[in-house]
Each structure stands twice: as structure tokens, then as C-alpha cells.
């Protein structure tokens, strides 16, 4: 299937560079332009072998380059399902900006907000991009991986040290003082952990780091 639709997308959209990605597991995925992908959208949702009249969900991840953006799309004609992902830079302050699909889909509407409101992603044209989670003057973009939670929002102190679970910030740190390489522990939160664990952690990294010669 991915095959025909890319075959599909790059005869009717040259510009949208239509790349297979194959999972090893889980499910393979289309990418596509991020400038193309409303051209994309409705070409899938109009196309008569296709017929993606369905989006099921937008979500977003923050790859160490990069944003992407993924579009789950369903045919219940067709009996189909795709996974299409647009690739959007981070480079500079401004919100990366990708073409609103919600007159493709309006399903779209609240899914956009939402990936906006967590990642800060612009979706150009979409009626009332407002943040739908967080409050309308909240700081940053709690799931990028360099969000800072701000530390006091209308006056009220926002992470109180006595309503913190201390295992939660600790979690990552503590996995990390586990693996034999602490690099290859990742995770999308930072800061408020236990000093000794921060200690025992900087002992380590810079241990590893002279048996490595760095």
C-alpha cells in the first residue's frame, strides 16, 4: 500500500518528495514536504483509490533536530490506514510554521491546538490557534525537550516543593546511575533531582569520560 500511495503523491504532487519509511517495528510511514502537506491532504482525502476520509490524530515528537509531525489518517471505504509525517527544523526562535489542515479534516481544529499548545508548532490558517491545555499566557512548550517549567504563573509558585514527587524527578537519573552507559537514557523532563543523585551522576559521567580519554 505505501508504495502505490507514494507513487500516488509524487505524480500528483511532485513537490511533496513522497519517502517510504520502513519500521522495524511497529508501523511504517510516509513523509512527506512540510510545505506540501495540505496539497497532500486533500489529495489523499479526494483520491478515489485512497479515500482517507478519516484523520484519527496529530501528535508531535521533538527529535534532537528536528520537529516532526505526524497525521494518522483511516479510509473506512478503503479499509485503510497511514501514518504521514512532515519534518519541521528548529532552527531559530520563531514557531516552526506548517499549513493548518482543519478544511481537510475538521477533526483537525482541537488536535492543531493541541500540538501547538505542547510543541509550538504554527499551524498557518487554522481559525483560532489558542493553546487548549495550558493557560493562554503560559511560557514555553512543556513537550519540547528544552522546556523549562516557569517557576510562578499569576502570582501562585507553580511546582510547590511539598506537591513535587520527588520519585518522578528522580526516575531518570536513577535509571541513568544504572546502565552501564547513562547516554543511552533519555527523557523528555529535567531539573529538581536529588542532589546526591545529581552528584553521584556527574561522578560517574566524568569518570566515563576519562577512561574514555575525552
Not at 502537506?37 to 478519516?54: G, M, P, Q
Not at 501562585?156 to 528522580?170: G, R, T, Y
Not at 552507559?181 to 559521567?205: A, F, R
Request: include cysteine; hydrophobic fraction near 40%; proline fraction near 3%.
Amino acid at each position: 500500500m505505501h508504495n502505490q500511495i507514494i507513487e500516488f503523491l509524487n505524480k500528483e504532487i511532485a513537490a511533496a518528495k513522497a519517502t517510504f519509511n520502513e519500521a522495524e517495528i511497529g508501523d511504517s510511514s510516509i513523509t512527506v514536504e512540510a510545505s506540501e502537506i495540505k496539497k497532500v491532504c486533500f489529495a489523499l482525502r479526494d483520491s478515489d483509490e485512497f479515500n482517507f476520509n478519516v484523520l484519527q490524530a496529530i501528535t508531535g515528537c521533538d527529535y534532537e533536530d528536528r520537529l516532526e509531525v505526524s497525521y494518522i489518517l483511516a479510509s473506512f471505504t478503503k479499509n485503510l490506514e497511514l501514518i504521514l509525517k512532515v519534518k519541521l527544523s528548529k532552527d531559530g526562535e520563531a514557531l516552526p510554521k506548517l499549513d493548518s489542515v482543519v478544511d481537510v479534516w475538521k477533526a483537525a481544529n482541537y488536535q492543531e491546538r493541541e500540538c501547538y499548545d505542547m510543541l509550538g508548532v504554527d499551524f498557518v490558517g487554522h481559525p483560532e490557534l489558542e493553546r487548549i491545555l495550558c493557560p493562554d499566557d503560559w511560557e514555553g512548550y512543556p513537550l519540547r525537550k528544552d522546556y523549562v517549567v516557569q517557576k510562578e504563573w499569576q502570582g501562585l509558585e507553580v511546582n510547590p516543593a511539598h506537591k513535587i514527587n520527588q520519585d518522578d524527578f528522580d526516575f531518570m537519573t536513577k535509571l541513568k546511575l544504572e546502565m552501564e552507559n547513562p547516554k543511552l537514557v533519555s527523557g523528555s523532563w529535567s531539573g529538581n533531582v536529588s542532589s546526591d543523585l545529581e552528584d553521584q551522576l556527574n561522578k560517574k559521567m566524568a569518570s566515563l569520560a576519562e577512561s574514555k580519554g575525552e
